[in-house]
């Protein structure tokens, strides 16, 4: 009855393997592998040496086979239990063996007992994750720029998890969700692969809904042109779920690369908006003209003129005051944009008219009524008359010279008060 028991309690080997066999996301010949070598270390910590034994895996069936080859020896001449049998012992198998010949016995693992058992699983386990990790790397490693579905798992206040058509995890951080996009559990949600972190073999595929490459992979789906190769996107700027801008090239001068994405009555940017939560897109000519390329980021405002300080990457625009506010934009969002766009720093002017060009007052003579710190403030950030403040953006003013809007607005209108004396 208590040998039953005992019986009972070890782990059932050919369920531990079975447990293992349908793994889908290795070959055979790796799992095959694999499991030999696991009952093999396992074979060299009890008997000292596994160079000895025969192991046949068929994951297949699911099961296994373990031999054990040992030479024959005279009674009382064994010097290694594990290599070397004594006759007697030898007969007790097959009675016609002989001093010198091989005995091959089959072993039973489960008479090992537990600790051997469990040592083998741990040792199984353990081997196979670490493949499944490396199978999981290699196959998001070289996707990473590409659109993926995944169904949402569960949703965290930092990150939302995923999982792929073959369960694996995907995860959608916070900073790479746009802002008003709601997630539900069993939803399916698309994102583009952002990267593939590794550490300590353990694969983390990183998704992103606010990157450019969703965007312009999105593109490529709904524009044949850019998928053919005759259309080419030069650069995208995003502020996700708000507004974007894209810079086309058309290859061939028969077709007019803006039209070809937005389509008619915007019917190819549709679906775009709508996956991006409604985010405005602003599709322009690329040019390597850069100039032109500064004037056709800022649209819809139209620039009088510029000046460009390509070494700073700086440049200076010029526009008629009712110009200024469409050129910068709700929240400098469209000014902002177009400095990501082109790669400058974009500063915007009013124009001034010929008449009041004229007359003019430097800001330190305004010292006894506005602070100097105030003054120098203003003066860093290029603007060194009381014109030039006054056909500056409040916005600029606020931003760059790092000063409240109280400030600027007390400053503006003690320059303002001087020019209507």
């Not at 369920?15 to 070598?37: G, M, Q, Y």
């Not at 990790?133 to 590409?146: I, P």
């Not at 008003?180 to 300590?200: F, M, P, S």
């Amino acid at each position: 009855m208590a040998a039953r028991k005992v019986e009972e309690e070890r782990p059932n080997m050919i369920e531990t393997f079975k447990e293992f066999k349908d793994t889908k996301s290795i070959d055979r010949t790796t799992l095959v592998s694999v499991l030999e070598e696991s009952f093999r270390n396992v074979l060299a910590k009890i008997f000292g040496s596994d160079e000895n034994f025969d192991v046949i895996v068929n994951p297949d069936k699911g099961d296994f086979e373990i031999y054990r080859n040992r030479v024959v020896v005279a009674d009382g001449e064994v010097q290694d239990e594990n290599k070397e049998i004594a006759l007697k012992e030898a007969r007790k198998i097959e009675q016609d063996y002989e001093v010198g010949e091989d005995v091959s016995e089959k072993v039973d693992f489960n008479k090992f007992g537990r600790r051997a058992i469990l040592n083998l699983r741990q040792t199984l386990a353990s081997k196979i994750l670490e493949l499944e990790h490396d199978s999981l790397y290699n196959k998001y490693k070289d996707r990473v720029g590409q659109i993926i579905s995944g169904e949402v798992y569960q949703t965290w206040k930092r990150e939302v998890l995923l999982v792929d058509d073959e369960n694996n995890e995907l995860i959608l951080p916070k900073g790479e969700q746009i802002p008003r996009d709601q997630y539900r559990k069993g939803e399916t949600v698309r994102a583009v692969i952002l990267r593939v972190d590794n550490e300590n073999n353990n694969p983390k595929i990183i998704l992103s809904r606010t990157a450019p490459e969703f965007l312009e992979r999105l593109l490529e789906a709904e524009v044949p042109e850019i998928n053919d190769g005759l259309i080419a996107i030069r650069k995208i700027a995003r502020m996700p779920g708000e507004r974007a801008k894209i810079a086309v090239e058309s290859f061939d001068e028969r077709i007019d690369p803006v039209g070809a994405c937005v389509g008619v009555r915007g019917s190819r940017v549709h679906g775009i908006v709508r996956e991006l939560c409604n985010e405005n897109l602003d599709v322009i000519n690329w040019t390597a003209n850069t100039k032109l390329f500064i004037q056709r980021a800022l649209s819809p405002a139209k620039v009088s003129s510029l000046t460009v300080d390509e070494e700073n990457k700086k440049a200076e625009v010029y526009l008629q005051p009712e110009e200024v506010s469409l050129a910068i934009g709700r929240g400098g969002m469209n000014i902002k944009l177009a400095s990501m766009l082109t790669g400058y720093t974009i500063d915007v002017f009013r124009e001034l008219d010929e008449q009041n060009a004229e007359e003019d007052i430097y800001l330190d003579e305004f010292s006894d009524e506005i602070d100097q710190w105030v003054i120098d403030a203003i003066k860093g950030i290029g603007l060194d008359t009381a014109r030039q403040v006054l056909n500056a953006p409040r916005e600029m003013l606020i931003e760059k010279a790092d000063l409240e809007e109280e400030t600027v607005d007390n400053v503006l209108n003690i320059l303002k008060a001087e020019f209507e004396q």
